[in-house]
């Protein structure tokens, strides 16, 4: 199994410009996350999907969108790309297990870069 | 709302030095607790977890009890080793969360672990 895997790993954009950070795992698992780190910071949720065709929004979700047509791809797009969205993206992955004692299972992250 | 607070960092300790890392947290209920270990370069994975009060996580020779009456979870280890060094985060999933168990992470503590 590979896990979760993200790509890219580095992304430089210019201000406006617009991206997507692409996610895949191969555990079937039903629920996936995008964390973004800020430095020296916990992460904070933007997006989660319960299912396929189910997104909604986490903490910070301004300025990004969503979609979950498979099981196993949850791709992550950035529309007008800002300096504030200048962070470390991390995609998850759980099984979706009741009672909130899941394990979630982290990719390598993609660092991003907006100037 | 939910939140944890964990030490600042960085923790620089000697190999075979005994090892705390302090974490409070504030929810309602009985969350779940977490320890996520991040390595340099890589993403976050689970070091431990313990899901009820005085319930006690362990892996790879890190302890944290799960103490109510103090709302804390503070990691653990009695001899440190400098594969160790790596950044912590302390987390949890609210009891009765609605985004889909989404993670409460506090900031992190770098620890360093010098020959």
């Known amino acids: 199994n590979a896990g979760v895997t993200q790509t890219p790993k580095f992304r430089i954009l210019k201000i406006g410009q617009s991206m997507t950070l692409q996610c895949a795992q191969d555990m079937n698992h039903n629920y996936m996350y995008w964390y973004r780190q800020d430095p020296g910071m916990g992460l904070k949720l933007i997006y989660y999907?319960?299912?396929?065709?189910?997104?909604d929004k986490g903490e910070v979700p301004n300025g990004y969108n969503v979609s979950r047509s498979t099981t196993e791809d949850f791709p992550l797009r950035l529309e007008l790309a800002a300096p504030s969205q200048t962070s470390v993206y991390f995609c998850?992955?759980?099984?979706?297990?009741?009672?909130?004692?899941?394990?979630?299972?982290f990719g390598p992250g993609t660092r991003l870069t907006v100037l | 709302g939910d939140s944890v607070t964990q030490m600042e960092g960085p923790v620089t300790l000697s190999e075979e030095a005994f090892l705390t890392i302090n974490c409070t947290y504030t929810?309602?209920?009985?969350?779940?607790l977490f320890w996520y270990v991040q390595y340099p370069g890589e993403g976050l994975q689970l070091l431990l977890k313990a899901t009820k009060a005085d319930d006690k996580g362990s892996n790879k020779g890190f302890e944290a009890t799960y103490r109510k009456e103090t709302t804390s979870f503070h990691l653990e280890k009695g001899s440190v080793q400098v594969s160790d060094s790596a950044v912590y985060f302390c987390?949890?999933?609210?009891?009765?969360?609605?985004?889909?168990?989404?993670?409460?992470f506090g900031g992190g503590t770098r620890l360093m672990v010098k020959p």
């Open positions: 999907s319960v299912g396929a065709g189910i997104t």
């Open positions: 987390a949890l999933i609210a009891m009765n969360n609605n985004a889909g168990n989404m993670l409460t």
């Open positions: 929810a309602t209920g009985y969350p779940s």
């Open positions: 998850a992955s759980s099984v979706g297990s009741g009672g909130g004692t899941d394990t979630q299972y």
